[in-house]
């Protein structure tokens, strides 16, 4: 595959890459998927085109070639989602070279993604994340864990933190401060406010962990006081939701799709919803409005004299 791609242009790919890394802080998984989606994308078209990709090939690809490549994907097993993906890092490579070396881009540009149905996020009821989270406490017999676990579980859902923000607390955060500054996703950072239940629930494990929790070090630690690891979470509460009858969708990162739905329902606002989350756009947050609209028509259903 590599021998299909001239040097030129994998330098180039080398070259986008570091710059997306310095420039936009993206996660170094991204930028290793990004760049075999791009691989893999000169590759097919050193096939189909029957020479090797260089700049000046790149240049001339036309629409043509572009469902070409569309459709061999599908064809491959990939759904519209992981298509839609790849051609978005083809389009950001393509946009960056073509500012270098000069050439009209429209074609790869305006080449449409297939369409797909983003699955709405599936939050908890309040009163089901209540449970949930006080059913987590009754998993392990050792006290000190049993507190952690309800720690944790109190901040994802009480700051809407993605289940790696929450395992990045280091010692030094605690006693939680009144606000969290959280670095999310791309390394970006925003401000969550602290509430009281997910501070007194820290404070509680904090007084049990038997392991020095230095500054530096990770806030939550597993058994034998390493970094928790993430699987450990999502175990302890598909234990909990099983004994709740919950269902399979009630997973750690649905606390942060809760905490966003049930803000969303106390009256805040898209934006401001947005920033606690770390979205970067607001596309991503508005998925929430169609999940309240979904609570709406159920709740009006039940209510209605012609729903019952």
Not at 61 to 67: A, P
Not at 96 to 119: V, Y
Not at 252 to 260: K, Q, Y
Request: charged fraction near 20%.
């Amino acid at each position: 595959m590599t021998t299909q791609i001239s040097p030129g242009a994998r330098d180039a790919l080398e070259a986008w890459v570091a710059h997306l890394r310095a420039l936009d802080g993206a996660a170094e998984n991204t930028l290793t998927a990004y760049a075999g989606d791009l691989s893999a994308f000169l590759a097919f078209q050193a096939s189909h085109r029957g020479g090797p990709m260089g700049l000046a090939q790149i240049a001339t690809l036309t629409s043509s070639d572009m469902r070409a490549w569309m459709a061999g994907e599908r064809l491959r097993g990939a759904g519209p989602r992981s298509v839609a993906r790849r051609l978005s890092a083809v389009k950001s490579f393509v946009r960056w070279l073509c500012e270098r070396e000069g050439f009209d881009p429209t074609a790869i540009l305006s080449t449409r993604a297939p369409k797909f149905r983003k699955p709405l996020p599936r939050p908890l009821a309040q009163s089901a994340a209540k449970d949930l989270i006080a059913t987590v406490g009754l998993q392990h017999e050792t006290p000190w864990i049993a507190l952690r676990d309800v720690a944790v579980v109190t901040v994802l859902y009480g700051c809407g933190l993605r289940i790696s923000e929450g395992l990045g607390l280091t010692g030094a955060d605690a006693p939680l401060a009144d606000v969290l500054r959280i670095r999310g996703k791309g390394g970006k950072e925003r401000l969550v406010p602290v509430l009281p239940a997910a501070r007194a629930a820290v404070d509680r494990y904090v007084a049990a962990c038997p392991f020095d929790l230095g500054r530096s070090e990770p806030l939550f630690r597993g058994a034998r006081g390493g970094a928790l690891n993430p699987r450990i979470v999502a175990g302890v509460m598909a234990r909990a939701r099983m004994q709740l009858g919950l269902p399979s969708s009630a997973t750690p990162h649905a606390l942060r799709h809760s905490f966003a739905t049930h803000l969303l329902e106390a009256g805040g606002d898209l934006r401001s919803i947005q920033e606690l989350l770390g979205h970067a756009s607001l596309s991503t947050t508005q998925a929430y409005t169609a999940v309240d609209t979904v609570h709406l028509m159920e709740t009006y259903a039940r209510a209605h004299p012609h729903g019952r």
